[in-house]
């Protein structure tokens, strides 16, 4: 029953984002798994009324997607030569209504992030970093790739982020002017091929050499590369790294995040509107602070304002902390928005007057509408009295379109009328996997008076039933959603409750929850989670004696902390991507706001210092390639343990602690093959030591 309910969860189709026009298309990508079944493809659909329209279909997955209101559809994907071999980089393809994907251009490094506005296309690009133009970017790229170079030569923090190496590239903005109509997209056929317009979009014309919706070709296609469509010229781009952009309505303007170290400030972003058909050069609107940043939002309609954020910064002071202000373009200056929200939004425009915004709520989410002038927005849909959580919240046709999911629901795309708040169920593109078991709610009351709230999953039957506690990530977060990363569907179909605590930290319950926890990492959301598990072990249908702990990320922090001061209140402790020595953290993650926050709290919250307390069996996950925290806690956390820690060793007098390593995985284990792996053995640990039952380790394991 248990692989059964892990290989449903894994294989499901997933919704993997929504791509939307203003005047209503609705795209949807798809994630599944290949024909062999060992990794993970994408695909595109379209949503047009009750139907779902297959745009894409092959191997090759599909990247960034840009929709034209005209039905075209803009795309990224790696296509498969004749030799069988994908391309190393994704090439741009654009698919007419009618007919068959057309390459519009291929480039060394492919292509990121696409932007349609007005009649240009914007591309985030990797450029060669001495590199004007991009016939200059593929002459240099391919003298460094024959001279068998690998290295990268810095300048600014961070060298790496998440699971990517950065650098010997920078990243620019590009921008191409498209054809006034489809007609180059026949100009561009090798002789003797069907025309563009004869079949429905995701067909293949019979005799077709051109590529197909998925970027691979046929092997009849044409010898020769095929001229580029699309020429993309750089943006003059300000100083630093590109972390985020917008776009206005009409293609002419950004605004762009760029990260920059300069004084005693390290990788902070600036904030600054960028000339993108003119000869302006990038203009700064906001300079970065030792505890202050805003990031770019959406233009308004008109393009006389745009939505920037502006967030407090975590220092050893002060506690994250996220708004949102309206700012004119014409003089700098800024207001407020909604005010007296106490919730972390991130809107977009309904109208020139009106906004629209998701936010986590009370372990759900709500659906935000109000005018950009009210002191608070009221909700459209959500909040306290459903169990829903809403997000990648756009505008289309006048509705809002978004993506839909809660703790036992995967997620499916949905349809809102703003005027009414009636919520449409759209086609949906993704499995609805079935839910083993009963949802619930644990409440407990803090050290301090607050309110405290957690979901539990509990198996079917009477029980008493085994319970193991996950600790979200973040730390700013909250169990309110669908995963598939630390879902609980596999536990529960094994017979086990879990337990899904929202502590100190956490986000939807405003901002005096996140300022109860973020000085004292391994204080107030301890405590708090510890309330909620006695909370949940005095139910009858929960075994007091047999319970587990684990969490990954800050999660994995809050496992480790547990380890070192709960003795032998847990049998197991799993503990994935954690935090061990956080000292050493700050110095080696790529996040450069960690090691100043963080500054007094070593003293006090640092897991490593409580080694020697540690009793229960942990089973260490990290992957090697995980940049946010670095595998070396990881490696030192498995040493400490042995040298250490109190835990009691086997009959033989060997440890009982284990450590799973991925050497090619980063922060999330992504892979299908060891995300089962991933799943099997946290499982076979817990049923070793929780209920005593031996485990056959699987023989992919090795």
């Not at 060992?38 to 009750?50: F, P, Q």
């Not at 959406?298 to 996220?322: H, V, Y």
């Not at 940049?627 to 990881?634: E, K, M, S, T």
Request: charge should be negative; hydrophobic fraction near 40%.
């Amino acid at each position: 029953m248990t692989s059964e309910s892990i290989e449903a969860l894994l294989d499901a189709t997933r919704l993997a984002g929504l791509e939307t026009t203003d005047g209503g298309r609705i795209l949807a990508k798809v994630s599944a798994p290949t024909a062999k079944g060992t990794a993970y493809r994408s695909a595109l659909v379209e949503l047009e009324g009750d139907r779902i329209l297959p745009l894409t279909r092959g191997d090759a997955s599909i990247g960034a997607v840009a929709a034209a209101e005209d039905g075209t559809t803009f795309f990224t994907a790696k296509r498969v030569g004749e030799d069988g071999a994908e391309a190393d980089d994704a090439q741009l393809w654009a698919l007419p209504v009618r007919g068959e994907a057309r390459e519009l251009a291929a480039r060394p490094g492919g292509f990121g992030t696409l932007h349609l506005a007005g009649d240009h296309l914007l591309a985030e690009l990797e450029v060669h970093s001495q590199a004007r133009d991009e016939t200059e970017h593929a002459r240099l790229s391919a003298t460094r790739q024959s001279a068998k170079v690998t290295a990268a030569f810095h300048s600014a923090f961070p060298t790496r982020y998440w699971d990517q190496d950065l650098g010997p590239t920078r990243t620019v903005l590009a921008l191409a002017a498209l054809p006034e109509d489809l007609a180059w997209a026949e100009a561009t056929e090798p002789a003797g091929t069907e025309p563009a317009g004869t079949e429905p979009a995701g067909t293949e014309p019979a005799g077709s050499a051109t590529g197909s919706a998925d970027g691979t070709t046929d092997s009849s296609a044409d010898d020769g590369p095929r001229a580029q469509v699309l020429h993309f010229r750089h943006v003059e781009m300000p100083p630093g790294r590109l972390v985020d952009w917008t776009v206005d309505r009409t293609g002419s303007r950004a605004l762009a995040a760029m990260s920059d170290s300069r004084g005693d400030l390290v990788a902070v972003p600036d904030l600054y509107l960028l000339d993108l058909i003119g000869a302006q050069p990038p203009r700064l609107l906001r300079e970065a602070t030792a505890d202050l940043e805003h990031g770019p939002g959406e233009f308004s309609p008109d393009g006389t304002r745009a939505l920037i954020g502006r967030q407090q910064i975590w220092t050893q002071e002060l506690s994250l902390a996220a708004s949102v202000e309206l700012l004119d373009l014409a003089d700098g200056t800024s207001t407020p928005v909604w005010p007296e929200l106490d919730h972390w939004v991130d809107p977009v425009w309904l109208d020139d007057t009106t906004l629209i915004a998701t936010s986590d709520d009370h372990g759900r989410g709500s659906v935000w509408i109000g005018g950009v002038d009210d002191p608070a927005p009221r909700r459209l849909v959500g909040g306290p009295e459903q169990d829903l959580a809403f997000s990648s919240a756009s505008v289309a046709g006048g509705a809002v379109i978004a993506s839909t999911s809660g703790i036992d629901v995967a997620p499916f795309p949905v349809r809102i009328d703003p005027a009414t708040g009636v919520v449409e169920e759209l086609p949906n593109p993704a499995a609805s996997l079935a839910s083993a078991g009963t949802l619930t709610e644990v409440a407990a009351t803090a050290e301090d008076g607050t309110d405290l709230r957690a979901w539990l999953r509990v198996p079917e039957g009477e029980g008493p039933h085994p319970l193991v506690v996950f600790a979200h990530g973040g730390p700013w977060g909250s169990w309110n959603a669908w995963t598939y990363r630390w879902n609980p569907n596999p536990f529960v179909a094994a017979g086990y409750a879990v337990l899904l605590p929202d502590p100190a930290i956490s986000t939807g319950y405003g901002q005096a929850m996140i300022d109860r926890g973020q000085h004292e990492l391994g204080g107030a959301p301890f405590t708090d989670i510890m309330a909620l598990t006695d909370a949940a072990v005095e139910r009858t249908d929960i075994d007091a004696e047999r319970t587990a702990f684990s969490g990954g990320s800050y999660g994995g922090y809050m496992a480790n902390w547990v380890a070192g001061h709960t003795g032998d209140r847990f049998r197991c402790i799993v503990t994935h991507a954690s935090l061990w020595d956080t000292e050493s953290m700050g110095h080696t993650t790529d996040n450069a706001g960690w090691e100043r926050s963080m500054r007094d709290q070593n003293q006090q919250y640092n897991p490593k210092d409580y080694v020697g307390d540690i009793v229960a069996p942990m089973l260490v996950i990290h992957g090697d390639r995980d940049y946010r925290v670095p595998i070396a806690q990881g490696h030192a956390l498995w040493y400490d343990l042995h040298e250490f820690s109190a835990t009691p060793r086997d009959a033989d007098g060997r440890t009982r602690h284990r450590y799973l390593y991925f050497p090619d995985e980063g922060h999330w284990i992504q892979g299908r093959g060891n995300a089962q792996v991933w799943y099997e053995t946290f499982l076979g640990f817990l049923d070793e030591h929780v209920r005593e039952v031996a485990w056959a380790r699987p023989a992919t394991l090795g």
